[in-house]
């Protein structure tokens, strides 16, 4: 299983990675979307629901200006394939897509991180160096979740 970072090296918009799993969609989809196992890869979440339109959040420890909380909305769920939802830390307000589609060995899944302005260019550069980091841990959690 790899992460790969497929981020166009021309921009600073969108950030984007390509992961191959040896999982069935079923069990990614577990993995997106059941809190507890969110908040082994991702981050604990409070208040989360599938339904488009609910508010719910992400949070960790607060570090430096920043108070360890993502503000999310549910933007788009389509069982097994694709969900989507805002995510938004302070004055960076962006959407966050993953689709899953079914392989031979598993499922490739699509996570793709867009609306950065162009003066956020550290948080873009912060948001591909989280999403490395996240998808090793997802994928490290899905070889030990039965």
């Known amino acids: 299983m790899s992460v790969n970072d497929t981020t166009p090296k021309d921009q600073t918009d969108r950030v984007s990675f390509e992961v191959a799993l040896s999982h069935p969609p079923e069990k990614v989809w577990r993995a997106l979307t059941e809190p507890a ?5 991702l981050l604990p979440a409070f208040d989360f629901g599938l339904a488009p339109g609910t508010r719910f959040k992400l949070k960790t420890d607060p570090v430096g200006g ?7 909305e549910m933007l788009a769920v389509e ?11 302070g004055d960076i307000d962006t959407v966050v897509a993953f689709e899953l589609t079914p392989t031979d060995g598993g499922t ?7 609306g950065f302005a162009e003066q956020q260019k550290q948080n873009w550069g912060g948001a591909r160096y989280g999403w490395r ?13 039965a």
């Open 108 to 114: 490739h899944l699509s996570i793709v991180q867009t």
């Open 66 to 72: 920043w108070d360890g909380v993502v503000a999310c």
């Open 79 to 89: 069982p097994l394939k694709s969900i989507s939802w805002a995510w938004v830390v």
């Open 37 to 41: 196992l969110l908040a082994e890869w």
């Open 133 to 145: 980091h996240m998808g090793a841990k997802l994928v490290a959690l899905l070889d030990g979740v």
